[in-house]
């Protein structure tokens, strides 16, 4: 069997020295907002090549808050438009809609799965505010037009990196672009915690001062409340386990890339689009930390059962698109054809930096094997 993303052996690799840092957190009697945190913070600030990092207690808040403090400078306000991917993971959109703010959704280019340039430009309204560029699956969304697209039109960039840590363009990392990123330490994802943890950076002091006040109760000085905040903090524990992650996340992204790369150039099946060329190289690879694998194939059913037969465990990202959720019941009718292509035909191929390359050799065969129905 081969498991999609084996996290009890990725963390083993990492036990001494996760129960060296657990048991210092234990030990230190002090369980939030202490050193871990701030060390962390200023250890992923550093990684990311941005100014500020503000923990929070999860992916989506990082979103939410980041959203809810630009309210509260009176950089948005609600009913403001806000351009996102239609094809994103829906917590994206869960943001915007927390803060009654409009979702606009965008279709993706086909074939990086991200936001391009030009759909966006064209979705731009008066009314629009924002843009979160999701950087799916890994791959870093393209960053220095949609900067120039939202300098244009004086629009507030969000970079839901929640699947792209250490994804980089023109030597920029993921998160350092927009005006503010946000971040998810989810336990699958590529820098993972052991149980829920997000986080924000941003090179704007004050948003990153409000961030924080928002996370804690609304509340930059104990007992005094500038904000109608909510308790959104990352915690000493996770903190300690995702000092420890962070510095073994660049070689378990090399590991990806190293899969990703055998992928493409072993899988030559004429049924099965690949998502990067089969001449990538490392270097071409700067853009991509392959959070997911994922081909497309008008028969994923066939697909998904000729795998499992060769004990090849994959997963679909995602199944459903957003605005055909019950979530977003208003939606139903609107039509986003790539989109729902997209929600039809994608997989996501093992790529655990766990696998040996026995187990890649065998997807790959086994992928090259399948029979179209
Ligand atoms: C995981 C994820 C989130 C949410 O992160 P959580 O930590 O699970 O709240 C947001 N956006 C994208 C694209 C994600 O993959």
Redesign the pocket.
Known sequence: MIPFLDLKAINAQYRDELVAAATRVIDSGWYIQGTEVKAFEEEFADYCGSKHCIGVA????A?TLTLRAWKEMGKLEEGDEVIVPAN??I??ILAITENRLKPVLVEPDETTFNLCPEKTAAAITSKTKAIVA?H?YGQISPMPALMQLADKHGLLVLE?A??AHGASMDGRKAGSWGHAA?F???PG?NLGALG???AVTTDDEELAKIIRALGNYGSHKKYENLYQGVNSRLDEMQAAMLRVKLQHLDAETKRRKSIALAYSKGIIHPALAQPIPASSTFESLENHVFHLYVIRTTDREAMQACLADAGVQSLIHYPIPPHHQQAYGQWAEQVYPLTEAIHQQVLSLPVSPMMTDEQVESVIAASNRFEMH
């Open positions: 999860n992916g989506l808040d979103l994103t993971y917590a994206s999701v799916l839901d929640a699947q946000g998810s330490f989810y994802k829920d943890a997000g």
